[in-house]
């Protein structure tokens, strides 16, 4: 039997293919195995010879001093890779978000609801160095929030996105069924299954109750008289959404609730921002820094609970999330069942 430390000073790593079968190890240098291997899950990753699956390895025996730092980052990603569920995954930010996850070597399995998509997302999947599967399940049948947990324990992920929104398109039932009792659902049945980790909202930036502490109350009157009501039936509730997702959240120690508040979404590319309390609703939010902040908060190791207000602005978005981060910023402050 080879030792795990010869394994990794001989730079060789290797994985079953779906047939069981080994790759020749002298084709393989560890960095170039990095495709091939993440095409197979955590469990199914073997080390050469030991028959033994890496996390394993990891935990008894890997020590950073055995490993060089190129196979010690290498053996690291395949570990911590995190699974993402993305709810609404047809989404125009979901596919932008998709390959920006995929790129780290995330799994992502994207919801939609229309079969006919299917192929067309699927090649947000190739040549990524991630997996991408695809679920084919409709949002307007969640009737329970045991269906919700059903939902999400077919995929068993790290962190679920919401990113799903009825868009004011069909019945006006539609809005209450999905920006509203289907979020609510998926939230509870997050939080009610432990290895969910993390919940981002894409919610906007008026979804309160009351007005932000850092705006004129002349702004405040405005977007109540104008925007909410245009939109009241929408805004009643993502409002709701987002109330559950504070309350669901305090439950659990180690559950990260992120609400991510856009205003006018654009079909801008990524851009510098404004994140956080910001002292205008007014502007726009492009979809791609929507989702590149998302990437951002979901691989921030420190990120705890937080509400971040988001326009296109003057920050670059990592200086942003890390500020936030740093400071602990939460745009909840001023609302009613806030502390
Ligand atoms: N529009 C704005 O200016 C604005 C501003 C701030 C925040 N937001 C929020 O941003 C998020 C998404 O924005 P976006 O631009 O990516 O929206 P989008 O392109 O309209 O994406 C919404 C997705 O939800 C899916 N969906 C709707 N009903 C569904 C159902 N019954 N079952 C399963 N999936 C369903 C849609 O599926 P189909 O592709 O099949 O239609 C669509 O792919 C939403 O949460 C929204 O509330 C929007």
């Not at 393989?28 to 495709?35: E, Q």
């Not at 991408?132 to 992920?157: G, Q, W, Y």
């Not at 509730?237 to 205003?263: G, T």
């Not at 007014?282 to 791609?288: F, P």
Request: with cysteine; aromatic share 8%.
């Amino acid at each position: 039997m080879i030792r795990v430390e010869e394994v990794l000073h001989s730079k060789y790593l290797l994985a079953r293919d779906a047939a069981g079968c080994w790759p020749k190890p002298e084709q393989y240098d560890v960095i170039a195995m990095i495709p091939s291997v993440l095409h197979f899950r955590r469990s199914e990753l073997w080390l050469l010879k030991l028959d033994m699956p890496i996390r394993s390895v990891f935990s008894h025996k890997f020590n950073r001093s055995h490993a060089n730092r190129r196979t010690f980052r290498f053996v690291q990603s395949i570990m911590a890779a995190p699974h993402v569920l993305l709810i609404g995954g047809n989404g125009k930010i979901a596919r932008l978000l998709t390959p920006m996850l995929l790129k780290k070597s995330w799994t992502v399995t994207s919801m939609i609801r229309n079969a006919d998509q299917v192929s067309e997302l699927q090649k947000l999947g190739e040549k990524q160095s991630g997996k991408l599967n695809v679920l084919v399940r409709s949002l307007e049948d969640v009737a329970t929030d045991e269906v919700a947990k059903e939902r999400i324990d077919a995929v068993k992920p790290d962190y679920v996105v919401w990113s799903a929104g009825a868009g004011g398109k069909g019945a006006p039932e539609r809005t209450w069924a999905v920006d509203r009792d289907a979020a609510c659902r998926f939230i509870r049945a997050s939080v009610a299954l432990p290895y969910v980790k993390k919940f981002v909202m894409i919610s906007f930036i008026t979804s309160r109750l009351e007005k932000a502490p850092w705006w004129t109350d002349e702004m405040w009157e405005k977007e109540k008289n104008t925007t909410l009501k245009k939109l009241e039936r929408y805004y009643r509730a993502k409002v709701a959404a987002d109330q559950v997702l504070y309350e669901e959240s305090k439950k659990r120690s180690d559950f990260i609730a992120i609400c991510m508040r856009p205003s006018l979404l654009t079909e801008e590319p990524v851009g510098k921002v404004a994140l956080g309390r910001i002292p205008t609703t007014n502007g726009t939010s492009s979809r791609a820094s929507v989702a590149y902040l998302t990437s951002l908060l979901l691989e921030n190791p420190n990120v705890k609970t937080t509400w971040l207000d988001m326009l296109d602005g003057d920050e670059e978005p990592e200086a942003a999330v890390k500020r936030c981060v740093d400071e602990g910023v939460n745009c909840l402050e001023g609302e009613p069942y806030y502390p």
